[in-house]
């Protein structure tokens, strides 16, 4: 049942339109200032930075997406082929149904491609809540040879599918626990209505490494489950939410705010290497992006190698036009 709902996602993120309806991300309010004499040379622009410990040629990570079936393994083997290429992260999608059915375990393995990149593993924090610890979390990240682990957050998702896990009550003394006993370091994400500043407090204070913000604006999840729904109503319930969460230009300001020493990531909704920079410059670390690439991934790794090209074109011709010759001046750059 878990990879059927998976396979639905899928088809639902390829074919429908599943963006926020009226509420955007907040980046396209915000402007650089044009320099037209930047003063530097656009070819000695460095887009190198390190997450987590490792190096990565640009602040790009290409975010979790799927796993489970076997198209999911055609796509993650094309993503992290790509990765590898370009000296980019990459994230895993869910786990869960690998946990429970280790047969599947290979439709989220890339490590054969993708000897060196910074991989993710990645859960659902809920189920924590749900039978999981520590020792599921650390059979996550061994399965996939990953170098950390994405806990995500989905309480609004969890409302709106019929099988949703919604208690979440407690976690986060138990995203604390895997903080502590786990061998990598602990990324916890939203899914696309992002995080608050008071969220991004207490997760900061439990120990996470690096919180992704994933904020509203891009794939709305309360869109994908109202193209799920069996009734009218829960069709309903669904479409109430559509414009729900927080734009992922306000949620990377309250959580650069909220914790200044925390790594950031930054997603939902980035479509672009200027929107990219926009929210560097704005207060993130990293930049992760996952529709951009889902349609490339089902044709080659090439085709995704040319997005990601495209992206980090864009970004460098953006810092260019902004006399910031790499990512901590971009840092500093007014917007």
Known sequence: MHNQRKSEHLRILLKEDVRFRNLTTGLERYRFVHQALPEINRDHIDLSTSLLGKDLSAPLIISSMTGGTEEAETINKNLALAAQIHGLGMGVGSQRTALEEPSLSHTYQVRDVAPNILLLANLGAVQLNYGYGVEHCQRAVEMIEADGLILHLNPLQEALQPEGNTDFSGLL?????VCRGLSVPVIVKEVGWGISTEVARRLADAGVAAIDVAGAGGTSWSEVEMHRAVSESSRRIAAAFADWGIPTAESIQMVRRAAPDVTLIASGGIRTGVEAAKAIALGTDTVALATPFLKPATVSPEAVGEKIGEILKELRTAMFCVGARNLQELKSVPL
């Open 173 to 177: 003394a138990k995203i604390e626990e």
